[in-house]
């Protein structure tokens, strides 16, 4: 839907670029104005006569009437302070006139390591085309020099190392029978047998599950402490998803992801901007008080 032309990549099937806003009606405009064919990302021709140019057709305050939502109920159980939240958010959509349905989504374990697989053969070939599109006076030329440039000047390797990138650039090119063999799967199970069958065979209009756990305090020598979160699902299929307020727990706010078919962006705002106006669980952000 849009164009990646000069983002530094990681998977190009895997990942996109999406609005970063404030409300569901910021995103809409944005999205309108970002749409469009780019003749240098060969993805956008997919989405000819599919995009609009203006979202904010689908800002409907009665958006969830009738509408038959799925919750998944794999997608929780990491945070009780966030179930309880999903809890108050799935009554709120009922009183709002939605059909709520538990499904189930795919296990992980369907998808995770062909989607790692896919990440590292892509994120290889992204980063020298990349490297490749900077020009001869670019200091780093590929990923193999990148990773000797981080060697040769290691203040951040002290607390991030760069196994990831060590991994990809052992990796063939795209044409590799173990890419293929791997896209392949990681598509099959996130949208015939993932979204696609659990929408079709219980005629939804979108599913939902909490976006994530509330978030972290940085730990330089431990690390992320992260629970859980959503986002793989939509993102491997390449499916859309939109992310809302759903509340807060202890001051750190929390959302809820609505996602469904592919090209079903008008509806997905149409729903999560109901939801949105009838909880209002944003609050302005503010500093706080710390010890």
């Known amino acids: 839907l849009l164009s990646r032309t000069g983002i530094i990549p990681i998977s190009f099937t895997q990942d996109t670029p999406g609005p970063m806003t404030r409300t569901v009606e910021d995103a809409a405009v944005c999205l309108g104005v970002l749409t469009g064919i ?16 203006d979202y904010t057709l689908n800002l409907k305050k009665d958006g969830l009437n009738s ?32 059909v ?27 980063l020298n ?11 780093v030329k590929n990923i193999s020099e990148l990773i000797e440039f981080n060697k040769s000047d290691p203040v951040e390797l002290r607390y991030f190392d760069q196994k990831i990138l060590e991994m990809a650039d052992k990796k063939g090119d795209l044409s590799s029978p173990d890419y293929k063999k791997s896209l392949e799967k990681m598509l099959r199970a996130t949208r015939e047998e993932g979204i696609d069958s659990l929408m079709n065979s219980n005629d939804l209009d979108a599913l939902i599950s909490p976006t994530g756990s509330p978030a972290w305090k940085t730990d330089l020598l431990l690390g992320d402490h992260y629970i859980g979160g959503s986002s793989s699902l939509a993102a491997i299929s390449g499916y859309p998803a939109i992310t809302v307020p759903l509340g807060f727990v202890e001051n750190l706010p929390v959302g809820i992801t609505f996602f469904g078919r592919a090209w079903s962006e008008s509806l997905l705002i149409e729903i999560a901007y109901s939801y949105e106006q009838n909880t209002l669980h944003r609050k302005k952000p503010m500093y706080l008080v710390t010890d």
């Open 38 to 53: 780019d003749q240098q990302d060969q993805k956008t021709l997919e989405s000819e006569g599919k995009s609009l140019t």
């Open 67 to 98: 509408k038959r939502i799925g919750i998944i109920k794999n997608s929780g159980g990491f945070s009780a302070r966030v179930d309880d939240l999903m809890k108050q958010a799935i009554a709120e959509m009922s009183a709002q006139g939605a």
């Open 100 to 126: 709520m349905i538990e499904v189930e989504a795919p296990r992980g374990s369907a998808y995770e390591d062909a989607s790692y697989e896919v990440m590292l053969f892509e994120f290889r070939d992204g």
């Open 129 to 139: 085309r990349y490297f490749k599109g900077l020009g001869d006076d670019a200091p």
